[in-house]
């Protein structure tokens, strides 16, 4: 990062405040807080070595955050955090061959290795380990440890160990563990813990065991656990307190322990279910009994009921959410409970943000793994899933919302019964067709939404009407809903020829730093899509601008064994290029993502079909 100089491309820096859309004032307040934030993470106190990476980099994505939430609170940031930044993260970190934060400073040594790093586990999840901190000791406390950690290293060097230390001197909160011990086994350690949780109804005494996700290995963090009885989840003192294994359970590698919650705050003969991590404030997931998890999906079809001492938060669904289905496809949960969850928010309808958006990610995952047999089932699904949000979007509800969420909730959800073919999109293709005659574009917020359906469902005149806007503004967030648009043709010579562009630099309509993005776009839009590019690799390797990203986001789709194969092979070839830890964490998803198929798909689609109108 430049002292005093900081550089930003267009689209990070030019906004206009009264017509850009919500989602670009975001983007371009948090990455001018990030770069600002590198000033003291950074320049002002730099990483040892760049296996310190999350150093620099997750904070400053929690900076980015933090600062921004306090100069818009009506942003609602911290209400988004769970699937901006703690769930990709955990994504990221499910698969064998990921990293720690905190590397062995021998194994990143080529520019390969240094370039790895620069991926969520470095950004996301660091970000994600201090919100939890922040959780476990306060926000003046951890101000406290910053200050403490900058000034000892001011102008110079430092490590991880370096900040547990300052922190340890600075907290004053009582912990049953040194800062330093907790928060050690969170960087050192790759991957992160299952949290699994037993208990005796006529008890109040939690069976607690932790493992792993992806190897079950017992590596022995230690978990700041927030759970609570559903029908106390809103007593005071309840949901926010924090358990912390007790010492007796160090010796067995804080494995397997007991614990017992608070009085007044456990399960009741009425309602037995318990929930944790309370708001995702944790980086970890949890899996209940099957008996609990059933009394979770009965508790979320009441979420939008008359207010009452039990319901759940949004984000406790979006985390239940999430969870289920990331357990599932990891194959160790059956794909019933995550399916039953979207069934209960059906039932609820919820329009919360937290909730769409999990739910979004959860479709997002289907559609890439069902394959083409599935797509049309799932399809038909979201138009049900989201059939009472359709006033929301309607065409007599296309001007721009007031409430900054609302804004971001309006595109989301647009976007989503669009692509799945609801009715409610004949309006938008009326804004294409008026935006196609008149040249007059429709807000922004919904802009992306409207060229992509028009190039979508369009032919060759729908594709050079948004190429000529593409060539034409001078709006740089504008080039982007472009491109997004032009990667979502469902006709193989445009795709084809859109992705040559992508390529080949000859040509000068994509600017470089646009190619590798406008690749992506293509595998993001569908399947299809993801095909071509990934030929396109193949065939011209050299030529393709951020290739790790874009074969991260092709690698995400492949679902059988024929894909996985294939993948070997290339990075095989291509040996030289490609880091260790890259090629095991993306074949690991993909052999994780083919055994999905072969053991959940086929239940998924038929699951779709019952509970289908």
């Known amino acids: 990062e430049n002292w005093g100089l900081v550089t930003y491309r267009e689209t990070a820096v030019l906004v206009d405040e009264n017509d850009s859309a919500a989602g670009d004032l975001e983007w371009v307040a948090l990455v001018v807080a990030h770069e600002l934030g590198h000033q003291w993470f950074g320049n002002y106190v730099t990483m040892e070595w760049w296996n310190d990476l999350w150093l620099n980099e997750g904070f400053a994505s929690y900076l980015e955050v933090l600062a921004t939430a306090s100069l818009f609170p009506e942003w609602k940031l911290w209400e988004r955090f769970l699937y901006t930044n703690v769930d990709p993260a955990l994504y990221a970190d499910g698969v064998s061959g990921t990293h720690a934060l905190h590397s062995p400073a021998e194994d990143v040594i080529t520019r390969e290795d240094i370039d790895a790093q620069f991926d969520s586990i470095s950004y996301e999840k660091g970000s994600a380990i201090i919100r939890m901190m922040e959780h476990m000791i306060g926000i003046d ?53 299952v949290v699994s949780l037993d208990y005796n109804q006529n008890t109040t005494t939690l069976h607690i065991s932790q493992r792993r996700l992806y190897d079950g290995a017992s590596v022995g963090w230690i978990v700041p656990l927030s759970v609570v009885g559903v029908t106390h989840r809103n007593t005071s003192g309840c949901a926010g307190y924090v358990y912390y294994p007790p010492p007796t359970a160090a010796s067995a590698n804080f494995a397997e322990y007991d614990m017992e919650i608070l009085a007044g705050c456990g399960p009741t003969a009425s309602n037995a279910a318990v929930v944790a991590n309370t708001d995702g404030l944790g980086y970890y997931r949890v899996n209940y009994t099957e008996t609990n998890w059933n009394l979770l999906v009965s508790e979320v079809a009441n979420i939008n009921a008359a207010v009452h001492e039990g319901v759940l938060s949004p984000k406790d669904v979006a985390v239940l959410i999430n969870d289920a289905f990331s357990f599932n496809f990891h194959n160790q949960l059956n794909y019933d409970i995550p399916m039953d969850l979207l069934e209960s928010v059906k039932s609820s309808t919820t329009m919360d ?93 919904i802009l992306r939404v409207v060229l992509a359906r028009g190039v979508s469902e369009g032919g060759v005149t729908a594709i050079n009407a948004v190429w000529d806007l593409y060539e034409t503004t001078t709006d740089a967030a504008v080039k982007r809903s472009c491109l997004r648009a032009l990667a979502s043709s469902h006709d193989t010579t445009a795709l084809t020829n859109f992705v040559n562009e992508a390529v080949d630099r000859s040509t000068a309509r994509i600017r470089d730093q646009d190619r590798g993005i406008a690749l992506r776009y293509v595998v993001y839009a569908s399947q299809q899509g993801s095909a071509i590019v990934w030929d396109k690799i193949k065939t011209n390797w050299n030529d393709i601008e951020s290739r790790r990203r874009v074969i991260y986001e092709v690698a995400s789709r492949m679902g059988s064994q024929e894909e996985l194969d ?35 798909a086929a239940g998924v689609v038929n699951w779709l079909v019952d509970h289908t109108p």
């Open 141 to 193: 406390d951890l101000r406290t440890s910053l200050q403490s950690y900058i000034s000892q290293h001011a102008y110079g060097n430092a490590a991880s160990s370096d900040l547990w230390d300052a922190a340890d001197s600075a907290v004053q909160v009582s912990l049953p563990y040194t800062i330093k011990d907790i928060m050690t086994r969170w960087t050192v350690n790759a991957g992160y813990p």
């Open 353 to 445: 943000q937290s909730i769409v958006s999990s739910c979004g990610s959860a479709i997002s995952r289907l559609d890439y793994l069902l394959g083409s047999d599935g797509l049309s089932f799932l399809k038909a699904y979201v138009r049900a899933l989201f059939s009472h949000t359709k006033a929301f979007v309607s065409a007599n509800n296309f001007g721009m919302k007031t409430e900054f969420s609302n804004r971001l909730l309006q595109g989301k959800l647009l976007g989503l019964l669009c692509w799945a073919g609801d009715t409610v999109c004949s309006s938008v293709d009326a804004l294409f067709s008026n935006f196609v005659s008149t040249h007059a574009l429709p807000q922004r917020d």
């Open 566 to 600: 294939d993948l070997k092979s290339v990075f095989d070839e291509h040996a030289d290029d490609v880091d260790t830890t890259s090629r095991l964490a993306l074949v690991s998803r993909v052999e994780t993502q083919v055994q999905w198929r072969t053991m959940s």
